[in-house]
């Protein structure tokens, strides 16, 4: 049981980030060979549930808990690039859902977590957190025309309101991260 304890702290702490990896290139692979589906199953929703808990959007992704396991920029990349791809394959399958919306909504909070957890001291890769900032003002992007669409689709004004009001703030930070390009 030991043995098992040890070996479990020890693959949450280095090995996830290579396997997680390893899942994604594969997946963005298969994605762009159009199958969809085999991306979505086989690749990235099990590379999400290898990500450590409190990166897996399993949690709730409570902002106000950002102690823990602190993750590297090389190993946040892989974090918010999985939760994004996974967010596009679904796109992809099923349109504009709120499934979608939660999927990139994952990748921007888990961002927002990491960013919130960086100490000034915190030696940072530019090039790294420029690619995780190019990332994440993608998924923004993307995030902001899921909740335009949900609007359109919504009966009800209220709710329309309020996907537009999402959308909008979406943009806001997609623009705050990267002013002078539109994700492509």
């Known amino acids: 049981m030991l043995i098992i304890i ?10 996830w980030n290579d396997i997680v990896a390893d899942l994604l290139i594969k997946g963005d692979a298969v994605l762009s ?21 409190q990166w897996s959007g399993e949690d709730g992704l409570d902002e106000s808990t950002h102690t823990g396991v602190k993750v590297l920029p090389s190993e946040l990349k892989v974090i918010v690039s999985i939760h994004t791809n996974y967010a596009t394959a679904l796109s992809f399958r099923e349109g504009s859902t709120i499934d979608v919306a939660k999927a990139y909504r994952v990748a921007c909070l ?5 960013k919130k957890s960086l100490d000034i001291s915190d ?3 530019d090039k790294i957190s420029k690619e995780i900032d190019d990332i994440i003002t993608q998924a923004y992007f993307y995030l902001g025309m899921t909740y335009q669409d ?32 539109s994700p492509s």
Do not use: F, H, M
């Open 6 to 15: 040890v070996w479990s702290l020890i693959y949450n702490v280095y090995a």
């Open 33 to 53: 060979e159009n199958k969809i589906d085999k991306a979505i199953v086989e690749y990235y929703q099990k590379g999400i549930k290898l990500l450590p808990l």
């Open 110 to 114: 888990c961002y927002r977590k990491w």
């Open 123 to 125: 030696d940072n890769d």
């Open 150 to 181: 949900l609007s359109t689709s919504s009966e009800q004004a209220n709710e329309q309101e309020e996907y537009l009001q999402q959308a909008a703030r979406c943009y806001a930070a997609a623009t705050k991260l990267d002013p002078q390009e």
